[in-house]
């Protein structure tokens, strides 16, 4: 009896965690088309580079 | 409205103002100045200063031919100077609008201004270089063509162009000397052909234009829908 009760709280923790990781994945897997876009429009455009003044 | 309200909303608007308070990004279209003084004087009055940058910003203009020809152009640029050097970033988009095919043969200059000033001693001397997608879509005129070229301080890097109808690309990087002024004038023409015929819908711009950019995006969503997919055929498994 009093093991479930020590279990319990890890149990909750181990629940806690995976519910965290799963939304961490969702809003990754939500994220990545626009960070796909994002970076593709930057490297479509004409662009032009110099040096600093030295 | 509370005044904490008030102070967060005067705090946005002036965020959002920011990127066009100064700092140049000027637009040029057949002579028309459509976006801040064209050419920007020299000074900090209309420059990028080291440590600053301009945008993303984005803008529009409807071009009309005495012809009647019209023409849709949308832009987008940005720029910044720090430690690494100066970079600027553009793409004009023009598309034909008119109902009917274009009667007269229509020039498009579209000229981007961003000046940089420092002080400090030395010279904007070294490699500069040009890196330039241009597209060429639709059904446009025979004949019509897309070409653009970067200059500093009236100094071109090269023409790149003109190209008919498809994509292209262009890369070019030339040693500049002379650059010895505070202010450092950098000015991307591009110059869009579209000869007589030209069809609604038809564009020219320098970039992948929306059916490449949304490939990527497409990819990723078929990508996240099979994620989905996979992940409710395991915990169907598991049930």
Known sequence: ?54 | MSTRAKKWYLLAAFLLLLPSAAFAGDIQINGTCVLGTCPPPSGTSDALQLGQSIGPASGSYLLTFADTDAYSITWTYSAWYNAGGTEIIVNPVATYIGASPSVGNDAIAFNFFQNYYDNSRGSWDGAYTETVPLALLGSVGSGSTVSAQLFYDGQGLGLVGPFGPGYHFGQNTVNLTGLTASTLAAEYEFTFDFAAGTLTGASASSGIPEPCQALPLGLALAGLVCSRLGVRRRSSYTT
């Not at chain 1, 020590?6 to 994945?25: H, T, V, W």
């Not at chain 1, 809003?27 to 032009?48: E, H, M, S």
Request: aromatic share 6%; net charge positive.
């Open chain 1, 1 to 54: 009896m009093e093991q479930d009760k020590n279990s319990e709280p890890a149990e909750n923790a181990k629940s806690d965690r995976r519910e965290a990781i799963q939304k961490l994945g969702r809003f990754a897997a939500y994220a990545a088309p626009f960070t796909v876009l994002a970076l593709t429009k930057k490297a479509d455009a004409a662009t032009g580079h110099g040096p600093p003044k030295h």
